[in-house]
């Protein structure tokens, strides 16, 4: 890198490279000095292994070099894509009561920001400044404590929400290298229901994983309305941060709202007994509950995506489910609806390759049509099999988990 390409950097950009160049000192050096260094040290960044550095963090057992340069390549594919949403050379003209201006870039073809324009943002999850990064975090922070926003009416906080998706991201591109296809399957407007088998044992890394490939993967970044179990709105903060990222209680007027609004709902039929799973029922795709998912979606003339996930039911192989322990959680929880807890060996998630696949969407049959218990229960039992089959040729093709 040249000494006239160092001057255009910031003080910010210069540290950053000095951390991946490993420059003792950097900390207390001014601009100059930081330049002075970047320039001595004469070689260029990354080139032993390019991206390693910017992919940040220790290395990971399981995971190889060329994985972390390879995410590396997918983070950078992400953000020159989000870059196309946002006109950074034009800020917001919202102002507050005060009087203070918003300060962030404005969405293309529009005089507003993602957080003070038409609401589109609660479905399009566009970044604020146009990328995600800790260094994005000062100027959505502002905006967190001086409260200049309304969340949705389901408690979606699009700051938290960008902040949770920037972190969640070392999980999805460096940790379990998420693979996915299909993903033209989404449509880009419009309510659908997404279906999913479920897995897990410890936490949804699932639901997770589902939405962060819609806004990584997708045209159109848009958000995965994820409906959860009643104990993610039960226990303390983690219900709230449940809301605020976006994720709806599992409730059938909760459901119905978000599809008539036309958003995207995550769903995982399979339950409780799905997420429970004992590591030798492992991607044995159970019943989807009794098809009211289905009913829900012939009631909005929302198209089913069903979506076969490989990797959620391994980070946590569980090596016994346990009735006891379940009855404990009810006694602290007593409108959990959990019948056995599944017990793993590994407190630490395996750093498992993922694979998504988004299948073809199942449309309504005809508008508004009501779908009694019999044709419910048909239409589960054909997405559960079409998802058994997806997941079978997925394994089928796998070489390894890692």
């Known amino acids: 890198m040249t000494r006239d390409e160092l001057l255009s950097m910031t003080k910010k950009e210069l540290a950053a490279l000095a951390r991946e160049s490993d420059i003792s000192g950097r900390s207390t050096m001014t601009k100059a000095a930081l330049i002075d260094a970047l320039a001595q040290h ?31 390549a997918r983070r ?19 102002k507050s009561i005060e009087g203070y201006p918003c300060g962030l ?7 507003r ?13 566009i970044p604020l400044t146009g990328r995600l990064g800790f260094d994005t975090w000062p100027r959505l922070w502002r905006h967190l404590s001086l409260v200049t926003y309304d969340v949705d009416a389901f408690g979606l906080d699009p700051v938290i929400a960008e902040m949770a998706w920037h972190v969640l991201n070392m999980l999805y591109f460096d940790y379990f290298r998420v693979e996915v296809e299909g993903i033209e399957n989404v449509p880009m407007e419009g309510g659908a229901l997404i279906v999913a088998n479920h897995g897990g044992a410890a936490l949804p890394y699932d639901a997770a994983m589902l939405s962060l490939a819609v806004l990584n993967e ?12 009643e104990i993610f709105n039960m226990l303390p903060v983690v219900s709230h941060l449940y809301r605020k990222v976006g994720a709806a209680y599992a409730v059938r007027a909760d459901a119905r709202e978000l599809l008539r609004r036309g958003h995207l709902l995550g769903v995982f039929p399979e339950g409780e007994r799905g997420f429970m799973k004992p590591v030798w029922e492992a991607y044995r795709v159970g019943r989807l509950g009794r098809g009211g998912f289905a009913e829900l979606a012939e009631e909005a003339s929302a198209p089913i995506v069903p979506v076969a ?39 630490i998630p395996l750093p498992i390759r993922w694979h998504i696949r988004f299948l073809p969407p199942v449309l309504p049959s005809s508008p508004q049509q009501h779908l009694d218990a019999l044709d419910q229960l048909e ?15 997925i ?8």
């Open 113 to 125: 920001c993602g957080l003070h324009g038409d609401g589109a943002i609660a479905d399009r999850a």
């Open 105 to 111: 870039p404005v969405l293309v073809g529009t005089a």
């Open 76 to 94: 950078d594919a992400l953000y020159e894509r989000l870059k196309n949403f946002i006109d950074a050379g034009v800020h917001c003209e919202w």
């Open 42 to 72: 004469g070689e260029p960044i990354g080139e032993e292994e390019p991206g390693l550095g910017r992919a940040g963090g220790v290395a990971i057992p399981g995971v190889a070099p060329q994985d972390r340069v390879e995410a590396r």
């Open 379 to 393: 239409r589960s039992e054909d997405i559960r099999r079409t998802i058994q089959a997806a997941l079978d040729d």
């Open 309 to 347: 996930i490989v990797g959620s039911e391994e980070v946590h192989p569980a090596v016994m489910v346990s009735k006891r322990l379940a009855k404990l959680v009810r006694v602290f929880f007593p409108e959990q609806r959990v019948e056995e807890i599944a017990i793993a060996l590994n407190p």
């Open 395 to 402: 394994l089928s093709k796998r070489r390894t988990a890692f």
């Open 218 to 229: 997708a045209d159109i970044p848009r958000r995965v309305r994820v409906i959860g179990t």
